[in-house]
């Protein structure tokens, strides 16, 4: 079955903290969530709008890495792209080069991109989106009408105090929520963990990803929760991305069937692959091979944990 990220493709243009600067690659949250899943199966998709010059962009990288561009819709002369400048390690701020009017306006939007389509085979649905009625009003009536999993990576501009209750009525159209703790800080009013995550299990959600940066991540699932420390088998060199190609692969594992210690691994796994590369996966001979073993191991690593 189908994996479908209904989210914004953009090309990217990152400023590290040493005030470098890459060359144009693919990115946005929609692409690195594609690649959290893609390193597990073929079965995945993006579907967004694009600019009409989005293969100049990222045309190659597409091709080398084989990404369907089945659920492409090119709504404009102007592909999307994003500046992502770290002011430190875990730090960053980002802007769209034409504008976030611009940008949002190719992010997915049911209706126009023919999700429909794609969704009598579909597993599951990762999003990455604030609270706009448009979108949810498109979305959750499919949900209804296909029966697919829904996963929730929410925007940290929506994740305030003021919008909890906006948010509150989302998780119930949800299957899966993921957010970051600078994020659950900020909307849930609390300064640790142990708070966020009373919170985040009050809303009986079958797979809640917390994620805690360079630490790891907690997966709430089957009524469990579990600690997993980052997976620290490579060199980092670029951490854009980490959250949501975690996120898609927890909520691959998790629609797949996995228990929570084998969501925890292949989630830190698909991240560790991810700061490997400037930007986006490169997926390389071998390399889903490779992670599937990491897993294994790290999973039956965590289980032996109390």
């Not at 501009?157 to 993921?178: H, M, N, Y």
């Not at 805690?212 to 088998?233: M, N, P, R």
Request: net charge negative; proline share 4%.
């Amino acid at each position: 079955m189908r994996y479908i990220i209904a989210c914004n493709g953009s090309a990217e243009r990152i400023i590290f903290p040493d005030k470098t600067v890459s060359k144009l690659v693919p990115g946005g949250a929609g692409f690195f969530a594609l690649t959290g899943i893609q390193l597990w199966t073929d079965e995945v998709m993006l579907c967004a709008g694009f600019g009409q010059d989005y293969e100049g962009q990222i045309g190659p990288w597409l091709d080398r890495n084989h990404i369907d561009r089945g659920g492409f819709n090119v709504r404009d002369e102007r592909n999307p792209i994003n500046t992502c400048e770290y002011i430190s390690a875990s730090e960053w701020r980002g802007y769209a080069d034409y504008g976030n009017d611009h940008f949002d306006s190719l992010d997915c939007f049911p209706d126009q991109d023919h999700l429909r389509d794609f969704l009598p085979d579909a597993a599951g649905v990762y999003v990455f989106r604030a609270d706009d009625p448009v979108f949810w009003g498109q979305i959750i009536p499919l949900r209804q009408e296909f029966n697919f999993k829904l996963m929730w990576e929410i925007k940290a501009t929506i994740a305030t105090p003021e919008k909890r209750a906006s948010v509150e009525k989302l998780l119930e159209s949800v299957d899966g929520f993921s957010i970051n703790r600078p994020e659950a800080f900020s909307l849930f009013e609390v300064d640790n963990d142990e708070a966020a995550i009373r919170r985040l299990r009050g809303y009986n959600l079958p797979l809640v990803v917390y994620r805690v940066g360079a630490e790891g991540l907690y997966i709430l699932a089957a009524g469990k929760s579990l600690f997993a420390e980052s997976f620290k088998e490579y060199e980092t060199v670029d951490v854009t991305g980490c959250g949501n190609s975690s996120t898609a692969a927890a909520f691959y594992a998790w629609r797949e069937g996995e228990p929570i210690h084998k969501i925890a691994a292949m989630a830190n796994v698909a991240a560790a692959h991810n700061l490997r590369f400037t930007g986006l996966m490169e997926f390389e001979p071998g390399m889903r091979e490779l992670a599937l073993k990491q897993a294994d191991t790290l999973a039956q690593r965590l289980a032996k944990k109390k």
